[in-house]
């Protein structure tokens, strides 16, 4: 990471929505260790990823207030005086917002919104840095997948997240509210969700393969995919914080390595150094939402921000399931 944004961050009073989550407890780690006074802002609904465990190191240096980004009156508040704020709160599930479309909507559009209105009416000169998803694209019309890429999401999540992200852009456009979007793709490392597929399906075959279960991967295995070590989400998350150049700018995260899911769990069962996996078929509900192919073409936040993954997938593979023998008890 470029080390002339660091000093910008020490002292810097933080926000961090969905901060006791899997991105959000990361990057709370690093901005402790940056100097930065940082409050983070979780609901700790079961299935949304929040846990206690996910700042057990930092837990005395950061302020937690359990409370929902849909309170309106919690957000006017505690966007106050804020300098920062990492807008990471969301409902994740593909599948969940297909079943339950209205709490997607409350929870990934309306609640958007809300913080947007407090920062504006309460924390005019705040950044905002949006945590949008590479989903929004649906399914590719070509690769790699650039920011000009038409959006057609496949799920309600989708829907919400772009509509999510572009009154992010909105406001910065309108209000001067300087805001930004990361679209993330497959984001995997320390402290996600592994109990099931909710937040990303690797922490659900990391989980089985631990258990001594077999790896499912659904399909033929041969769709294609890109991933991003939490650490590099993270550098992205600062830099566009840090940087003008990123007001009122959608971005890309991507990787320079590309892989099928087949390799994939071949890989992670030699690094592992045990285990198997099975092909089986999609389930019903999930194959008309399934977006085949993807990888993205960062180039824009690399020419823009100077960011590039730094972490290899082997390497990110090998410290996340080190970190899960170590703390299964905390995760399952």
């Not at 890429?149 to 919400?160: C, K, M, R």
């Not at 099975?278 to 008309?288: G, M, Q, V």
Request: glycine residues 8%; negative net charge.
């Amino acid at each position: 990471m470029d080390v002339r944004f660091l000093h910008q961050f020490d002292g810097a009073r933080v926000l961090i929505t969905g901060g006791l989550g899997f991105v959000g407890s990361n990057l709370a780690q690093r901005l402790v260790t940056l100097g930065a006074d940082v409050t983070l802002v979780d609901s700790l609904i079961p299935e949304y990823g929040g846990n206690q465990r996910n700042i057990a190191e930092i837990a005395g240096r950061v302020r937690v207030n359990i409370a929902d980004v849909r309170d309106e009156y919690s957000m006017n508040h505690l966007v106050q005086d804020k300098q920062y704020l990492f807008n990471l709160a969301g409902q994740t599930s593909h599948m969940d917002s297909m079943r339950d479309p209205y709490t997607d909507l409350e929870i990934n559009c309306r609640a958007q919104l809300s913080i947007l209105e407090a920062c504006r009416k309460h924390s005019p000169t705040i950044k905002l840095v949006y945590a949008s998803t590479r989903q929004i694209y649906g399914k590719p019309d070509y690769l790699p997948v650039d920011e000009r890429h038409l959006l057609h999401p496949t799920d309600v999540n989708g829907i919400n997240k772009m509509a999510g992200e572009w009154y992010h852009i909105l406001y910065n456009n309108v209000y001067g509210l300087r805001a930004c979007a990361l679209r993330l793709t497959n984001t995997y490392g320390p402290r996600m969700r592994v109990k099931d597929a909710r937040q990303t399906f690797l922490g659900i075959w990391i989980k089985r393969l631990l258990d001594e279960e077999p790896v499912q991967v659904w399909g033929d295995g041969r769709q294609i995919r890109d991933f991003t070590y939490v650490d590099d989400c993270v550098d992205a998350l600062l830099m566009a914080a840090a940087a003008d150049e990123a007001n009122g700018q959608i971005f890309n995260l991507g990787s320079d390595e590309t892989i099928n899911l087949r390799d994939l769990a071949a890989l992670l069962i030699e690094i592992n150094g045990a285990g198997r996996y099975e092909i089986i078929p999609y389930p019903a509900d999930r194959k008309p939402i399934d977006i085949g192919d993807y990888y993205g073409d960062y180039r824009l936040i690399r020419g823009r921000l100077g960011w590039q993954p730094q972490i290899r997938l082997r390497e990110g593979l090998a410290r996340t399931l080190e970190f899960y023998r170590a703390n299964r008890d905390y995760y399952w």
